[in-house]
């Protein structure tokens, strides 16, 4: 192999998440336009933009629970574009949805079960709960409460214990922020920045709230009626003025 | 120009929650106003209020100087407000033409047009919406820009005064944005108010003369764009509430 060659093959293996001329939508409504962007392996990076843009339904592409009309996308150099969500799963990429659509009628414990449920390894399955519940102390002390019964902010925190509970190399996180106290917001954000350190692990968050986007991820791209029209260090997005007129069109 | 709708302290509850609180705004006869806001700040639920879709639980709404609260969706049409869906509807099964000659047969002038005036009527605003080549096709055969196109056929068929569109451009083209732009700019033209939901903020920015911004079911702001985009509660909705602090704090612009 020629060292040219080699160098190409290390720059790969550091991506994580490579998405190229990607088009999707729902039935005939296209929502995303030739969207191309990278999430480098152990890197946290944000999606941001005004609602309707299309960021969710991005992340539920990569999920396999959208199928994209055009493009490809790739995770840790394989192709994953036409894969269904158990099998993305599989090569370690996790979601966690907006709204945290948490089994309602379940408990806490359960529902973390469930984030597991093509691990067969029971003993992994426990160590990972108690890896969770360490996180999360909150989470270990309600583990037989029923999820719908739970405020917002410990439905949150559930749910985000359920995404990691298949122990994902990328997380897919959909409005960290929705709905929730601030203070409540600054504790998530905590704990998010406290298992990317941990772990290594690479993040993809969408996030209205710049601030609380840019406060986890150090790269970001805005997205505009399914387009990206703006990408960059988050420090520098979150100083270029144009941000604002392009979450509010003018 | 004259007050075409009067909205005064209007509220809309679905349980406990307040999707339209109090709303109160005037819109004048020739306006486009654009309706925005964050998912579920009431947008819809507004324009579900104003077609008589729901009934305003309180306040006063007046078109034209007469009360329309309580009135049926059918009757407020034939005074003269139409509306499109965020979900299209189309009358499935009937071509594009037939499916505007119904709205050309039942709106304000339809008791005085013959099926022969109604076809005509429909072919008009057929050619003003540029599906005119597609009259004979079934809806369902229809892309979907198409489609929304005939969304707005059908509403303009009713000959509205005021035409209230729900996200027409959604899932479009930037080409078929544009060209979605140039026929609602033409609607407006003939002396059609028009009230625009829409998420595509460079289109509504561009083509409102005043936007209404609503969050959490309140009206947040009103005023022309160049007001609304630098309005710091309006900032604040979307972009959160730090970035505006901060930006405050370091002098930025």
């Known amino acids: ?250 | 120009m004259d007050v075409l709708l009067e909205v005064e302290n209007v509220s809309k509850f679905f349980g406990g929650l307040g999707a339209n609180q109090n709303l109160t705004f005037n819109i004048e006869g020739g306006e486009i106003i654009g309706l925005i806001g964050p998912n579920g700040s009431g947008k819809t639920t507004l324009i579900n209020v104003i077609t008589g879709n729901y009934t305003a639980d309180s306040g006063r709404i007046r078109f034209i100087g007469r009360d329309i609260v309580g009135l049926t969706p059918y009757v407020i049409n034939r005074l003269g407000i139409a509306r499109t869906y965020q979900v299209v509807q189309p009358f499935v099964g009937m071509s594009v033409l037939e499916n505007v000659a119904t709205g050309a047969l039942f709106g304000r002038s339809g008791k005085n047009r013959t099926l022969k005036a109604g076809l005509e009527k429909a072919n008009e605003v057929l050619a003003l919406c540029r599906i005119v080549d597609k009259r004979n096709e079934l809806v369902e055969n229809l892309t979907i820009a198409d489609v929304k196109r005939l969304e707005i056929a059908k509403a303009m068929a009713t000959d509205p005064h005021l035409l209230l569109l729900d996200e027409v451009m959604a899932g479009l083209s930037p080409k078929e944005i544009d060209d979605a732009l140039e026929i609602i700019a033409k609607i407006n033209k003939m002396g059609v108010t028009l009230l625009v939901v829409e998420h595509v903020m460079k289109a509504v920015m561009a083509i409102s003369h005043r936007v209404i911004v609503l969050h959490q079911g309140k009206l947040m702001a009103i005023g022309n764009p160049e007001a609304i985009v630098k309005d710091e509660q309006v900032i604040k909705a979307y972009l959160g509430e730090k970035y505006v602090t901060r930006r405050k704090k370091s002098g930025g612009s």
């Open chain 1, 1 to 250: 192999m020629s060292p040219a060659v080699r160098s190409l093959e290390v720059v790969k293996a550091r991506m994580a998440l490579e998405i190229a001329g990607l088009y999707a939508g729902y039935n005939e409504i296209n929502i995303l336009w030739d969207i191309h962007l990278t999430v480098k392996e152990g890197k946290c990076v944000a999606l941001v933009g005004s609602n309707g843009g299309g960021k969710s339904t991005l992340l539920k592409t990569i999920a396999g629970l959208v199928k994209p009309s055009r493009g490809n996308i790739h995770f840790d150099g394989a192709d994953i574009t036409n894969l269904k969500s158990p099998q993305i799963v599989k090569h370690g990429i996790s979601l966690i949805p907006e709204g945290y659509k948490l089994f309602r009628g379940m408990t806490v414990h359960e529902n973390l079960l469930l984030g597991a449920y093509q691990i067969k390894d029971r003993k992994l399955i426990l160590d990972q709960i108690e890896k969770i519940y360490e996180i999360f102390p909150e989470m270990k002390e309600r583990q037989k409460q029923l999820a719908g019964t739970m405020s917002g902010g410990q439905q949150q925190m559930c749910s985000i214990g359920r995404g990691l509970m298949s122990n994902p190399k990328l997380l897919l996180i959909d409005e960290l922020s929705l709905g929730l106290a601030p203070l409540l917001v600054e504790l998530l954000v905590k704990k998010i920045n406290e298992i990317h350190k941990k772990t290594n692990m690479s993040i993809l968050l969408v996030e209205q709230d710049v601030e609380t986007a840019f406060s986890i991820a150090d790269y970001g791209y805005v997205i505009e009626s399914g387009h990206v029209t703006l990408q960059g260090k988050a420090k520098d997005l979150l100083e270029n003025p144009t941000i604002v007129s392009s979450y509010l069109g003018l």
